[in-house]
């Protein structure tokens, strides 16, 4: 039932920066393990991060891993992509998700709406 509203995506130039937000309503954050995903045209949705639900253990996919961090501020109910040295293979929809607890990884079950990311070269 939490609804999870995106900001900060835009146009980028290769290796600057951006950094993503995601606040929820209708719950409360800490009760969710939290994550980002992200979609280019024609491919499928891929992960991108995962935070615990206290916020002390992350995980990175490869292609992210060193140039991203997702953090959480539960006091705010707010989730965070910061996204350094951007690429343009990193254009894509990001979006982020909600995980309930004893729910998979990979099966989360809230999502937001999304947020545009455009690197250009």
């Not at 039932?1 to 209708?26: I, T």
Request: charged share 15%; proline share 2%; glycine share 14%.
């Amino acid at each position: 039932q939490v609804q999870l509203g995106e900001s900060g995506g835009g146009l980028v130039q290769a290796g600057g920066s951006l950094r993503l937000s995601c606040a929820a309503s209708g719950g409360t954050l800490s009760s969710y393990a939290m994550g980002w995903f992200r979609q280019a045209p024609g491919k499928e949705r891929e992960f991108v991060a995962t935070i615990t639900r206290s916020g002390i253990n992350t995980n990175y996919a490869d292609s992210v891993k060193g140039r991203f961090t997702i953090s959480r501020n539960n006091a705010k109910n707010t989730v965070y992509l910061q996204m350094n040295s951007l690429k343009p293979e990193d254009t894509a929809v990001y979006y982020c998700a909600g995980i309930r607890l004893g729910s998979s990884w990979s099966r989360p079950d809230y999502w937001g709406q999304g947020t545009q990311v455009t690197v250009s070269s």
